[in-house]
């Protein structure tokens, strides 16, 4: 098997070669400040060591992947029932899409597309202000990535807050066929924040750990879910964590995944690590371009596809 370090270095150094890079979003204005010329990428190994190249220690917003984070919390929750709010199919349809919503009667397809995360925060609201259930999860991602320093970037939040009128439209839509049980200013304020968690790779890497570990915290020796969930949440990553660019990154990359567009993506190898990379620039999918490319060679030189022998 070749280095990992050498592997992930040759990455790096062909990835700035790459003249497309695909689209930084501008749809939050805050995220269209960020490089397109930023690339880092980390592989936290399940012995604990974590190897790292590129711009791997510079915090990006992680967007979508907190969806992951989310879900975990809520299942940690309410258990199984949340699945009666909330579907589990691919959804075919981009993140933001609001069609779906009326045929299927307000429960969305699945915890990863915008709506799904939306109805994930409102349980997480239950008993709590918006404050405190924010909190929650910033200290939930603390505790998996073993690591404190990890903030909300408030200028990222307030961008969304002030744009973000498709998730509006969605909440309101939900909360329209009872599906949601706080007001929609609320649980977007939860949604919003957390999506504005800032990461690097390396942080990020290290959070997805107890996913490529049956549900283990390694630092810790907690467990932070059952490895049946565990195995059930990379299943959904796999089937739903790039939305309507799912199957070409099962197809392509061949391991479970969660893109943000902030133009990162959380991978797992199960049993073996987790992988986090950051290029900001996105395919028609809203997913990272060379992200994407960049975990297609790890995975093909590593031979980590989960559907490989
Ligand atoms: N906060 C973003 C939104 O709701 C998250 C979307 C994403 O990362 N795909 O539009």
Redesign the pocket.
């Known amino acids: 098997m070749p280095g990992l370090q050498d592997v992930l270095d040759e990455i790096v150094a062909e990835m700035a070669t790459r003249q497309g890079r695909g689209e930084v979003?501008t749809?939050?204005p805050q995220l269209g400040k960020i490089d397109p010329a930023k690339f880092g990428i980390a592989v936290a190994l399940n012995d604990g060591e974590v190897m790292t190249s590129g711009d791997a220690e510079e915090p990006f917003s992680i967007?979508?992947?907190s969806k992951v984070f989310t879900l975990a919390l809520a299942l940690g929750r309410v258990g199984d029932v949340l699945w009666q709010r909330v579907g589990r199919e691919p959804s075919g349809t981009p993140?933001?899409s609001i069609v779906q919503l009326e045929i299927e009667h307000g429960i969305p397809r699945n915890p990863f597309i915008?709506a799904g995360?939306i109805v994930v925060s409102d349980i997480l609201l239950a008993g709590h202000q918006p404050r405190e259930a924010i909190g929650e999860i910033l200290s939930f991602v603390r505790s998996v990535a073993d690591d404190d320093s990890i903030v909300i970037d408030r200028d990222v939040a307030a961008s969304?807050r002030a744009t973000?009128y498709?998730?509006v439209a969605l909440a309101s839509y939900l909360k329209g066929f009872g599906n949601l049980n706080h007001e929609p200013d609320l649980t977007l304020g939860v949604?919003?924040h957390h999506?504005?968690i800032a990461m690097s790779c390396r942080q990020l890497a290290s959070a997805g750990r107890f996913l490529a570990n049956s549900g283990r915290s390694e630092s810790s020796g907690h467990t932070v879910v059952s490895s049946e969930r565990a195995r059930r949440i990379n299943a959904l990553m796999l089937t739903c964590g790039h939305?309507d660019g799912s199957g070409e990154f099962a197809f392509r990359v061949g391991i479970p995944g969660k893109?943000?567009?902030?133009g990162g993506i959380m991978a797992v190898v199960p049993g073996v690590a987790s992988i986090a990379v950051w290029s900001p620039g996105l395919n028609k999918n809203?997913n990272s371009m060379l992200g994407s490319l960049a975990l297609e060679q790890l995975t093909r030189r590593m031979n980590w596809s989960i559907f490989s022998s």
């Open positions: 979003a749809y939050i967007q979508s992947i993140f933001n915008n995360a969304e973000g498709r998730n949604y919003f999506c504005a939305y893109s943000g567009v902030g809203g």
